[in-house]
């Protein structure tokens, strides 16, 4: 199982930010090891954010994307106490959801 | 991720080439990911990863704005802030010419989410970075060069 996400959301004047930082090899698939044999591709595909059970973020991202993920985003609503789950999905089945409290 | 699925189909061509790339075996069973745009981050070229989007020859806009740097130190980690200032924004699309797979990622905006980005990518050499838009179904670009000191990508 892969170490927690940390995510800070923050609401202010009728708009929600939200920060996510994933814990992530996001291996491309190109890279080789030291004997030479490539290190098989290993990445988060799939990225949905809910606010409350509403989806306010769906992203599908590539090997491309840096290790241990960052994202930031912005949507409108959202109060203080308010739910926020972020859940991705990797190439290899894994999956993790974090769930924090609006700020 | 439902929401993903419908885009998907929406998208025409995308659910029906992964199908048949699956079933041709061309695709490992766990990258046999229904909703995953295989077609876009498998392109090779910056026409095909336009066309696994449907979006053709998307015009440049200047309403959509990339942030990076200039010169990115270390090509493994460069921030990449896209806004989009067109109305009713529903998709952004963040693409690095000069990678092995151009497509880096691909946000879906839900009515409600403001069209404003940020994330960090992977470069493998100096590249222009293409920011693609969908806005009440028309497609519009920005790119802005990066130059890489470093790689990220192999090294």
């Known amino acids: 199982m892969a170490s927690p996400m940390r995510i800070r959301a923050a609401a202010k004047d009728g708009v929600t930010e939200v920060r996510v930082l994933m814990s992530h090899v996001m291996e491309t698939g190109q890279r080789k090891d030291s004997s030479g044999a490539l290190i098989p591709a290993h990445f988060i595909t799939e990225l949905t954010a809910k606010h409350n059970d509403k989806v306010v973020l769906s992203a599908e991202f590539g090997p491309s994307v840096s290790t241990n993920p960052y994202l930031a985003f912005k949507f409108k609503g959202g109060a203080k106490g308010d739910k926020l789950a972020v859940n991705w999905v990797d190439n290899k089945g894994d999956s993790r959801t974090d769930e924090v409290q609006i700020a | ?155």
């Open chain 2, 1 to 155: 991720m439902n929401h993903q699925r419908r885009d998907t189909l929406k998208a025409g061509s995308g659910l029906g080439m992964l199908g048949l790339l699956a079933a041709a075996g061309l695709i490992k069973p766990e990258m046999a990911n229904a909703a995953w745009n295989q077609t876009a981050f498998d392109a090779k070229n910056m026409d095909a990863a336009f066309a696994a989007f449907n979006a053709g020859k998307p015009a440049e806009s200047a309403d959509v704005v990339i942030t990076t740097p200039d010169i990115a130190e270390n090509g493994a980690v460069v921030p990449v802030g896209v806004v989009s200032n067109l109305p009713k924004t529903e998709q952004i699309v963040i693409m690095i010419e000069k990678n092995p797979n151009m497509v880096a990622a691909s946000f879906t905006l839900p009515e409600g989410t403001v069209a404003d980005v940020q994330t960090r990518v992977k470069m493998g050499q100096t590249s222009d970075v293409y920011a693609v838009v969908k806005a009440d179904g028309k497609f519009y670009m920005a790119k802005k060069e990066v130059k890489v000191t470093l790689g990220g990508c192999g090294g």
